[in-house]
DNA sequence: CGTGCTCCATACGGTATCGTATGGAAAGGA
DNA sequence: TCCTTTCCATACGATACCGTATGGAGCACG
């Protein structure tokens, strides 16, 4: 929480702003207000300057939209690799941490910006392109540690694809329950997920004990 | 998608427009811009009128918001009572159908008007309530569904949360594949979530076979 | 014909925001 | 000291929108 610019402090002493301290401020405004809620003005507000400091760092507002959307892919992408860097024999209990680390009670500023950057992709191409690639590395991060597991391509694409999609969905829901007994009904699903599945045409036990 | 007002029609044979023409235009803007793209003028520009109709129809813009929440909160409610109406003895065959239905390859616009309340749903508490009514009408039918499976509760609970977590996750997923194989992939995602699941620490059998 | 009601057009004041133009303070080198 | 560069303030025109005030066309009805 540490603003450039404390308000109580002299304009005589202030730290010069720079584009990245800028980019920060976005990164907060769209959490609380959405794409849409990305103002200059409003922004400046924030930083406690004016409109003209932005226009020095920055051409336009679209200038500072890409700078946004550049920074959080990168974000992303290192914060995955980090996420699903497993040690051997322990891609279970690390897959279960990638569910616990991206869920919303755990996350909640991180998931309110995805929402408003997947929202923000479903009107503008240039977006929707950078959600794609971080979909990828991450789907692709998810599928490493179920064939690290012993999962065929195929299941583990099939099973890192349910796990993306389940943390994003729940992250969406309104669940109207104790803290507590989401906790245990979210466990659950997270064994599931991670665990084992009977293929539903085909006999148990091949593929079942495949992670311990 | 029949207009209510044809441009091509001379203004003297207009149809008088009511509440619901508004509403409906509403939910066709947000499909597009999302809720902070609602704004009356740009309504009244597609609606072939200007805002001294809005006005006379609506209070002022909240009284459209709440207006088109009520009318999207009944549609819902409607529809998913409508969906999970099993005849006895296929109720798995119903629950694939539920994903198939709410997937966003069959139901793009349902979808993008869904993201967009919950967006909303994400800074205006009114909004999440009803949301949060939504979502839990909406379990407790998959759950049925489940239930009538001879799934205990707590399982059914847990894989109606999963199964309708999946669904919108996967909608906010932006995924570079050929169609034919996102439908394969998907196919057997569905097939996880509505057949049979190994509980992970437990005997394979018992729960198994409940849905053939 | 006159009256009232329904539905919409027009005009207005006010706010928020964009991007530009331009001036100015601070700091460092020549 | 003077000049340049960096960084920001101020002022401006233009646009889009909100909500209000008010007038007016058309129709029903006595």
């Known amino acids: 929480m540490a603003t450039v610019n404390d308000p109580n402090r002299p304009p005589s002493e202030r730290t010069p702003l720079d584009r990245s301290a800028w980019i920060e401020a976005a990164i907060e405004l769209i959490a609380t207000e959405g794409i849409a809620g990305l103002r200059i003005e409003t922004l400046a507000r924030r930083l406690r300057v004016t409109k003209g400091s932005f226009y020095w760092h920055f051409r336009d507002r679209r200038s500072l939209q890409q ?28 897959l279960r941490h990638v569910i616990d680390v991206y869920s919303a ?50 299941e583990a694409t099939a099973r890192a694809t349910l796990l993306y999609a389940y943390v994003f969905g729940f992250s969406l829901m309104h669940v109207e329950r104790m803290p507590q007994e989401i906790e245990r009904l979210k466990t659950r699903i997270a064994g599931w997920i991670t665990g084992p599945v009977a293929e539903s045409g085909q006999e148990n036990g091949s593929k079942q004990g495949f992670f311990g």
């Open 67 to 94: 700078a946004l959307l550049e920074h959080w892919r990168e974000g992303r992408i290192r914060d995955i690799h980090k996420q699903t860097r497993a040690l051997p024999g322990r891609e279970a209990e690390q």
């Open 105 to 154: 009670s755990r996350n909640r500023k991180g998931i309110l910006i995805e929402l408003a950057i997947r929202e923000w992709a479903q009107r503008d191409p240039e977006v929707a392109e950078v959600v794609a690639e971080v979909d990828a590395i991450r789907l692709a991060c998810a599928r490493d540690l179920f064939l690290a597991l012993g999962l065929t391509e195929e």
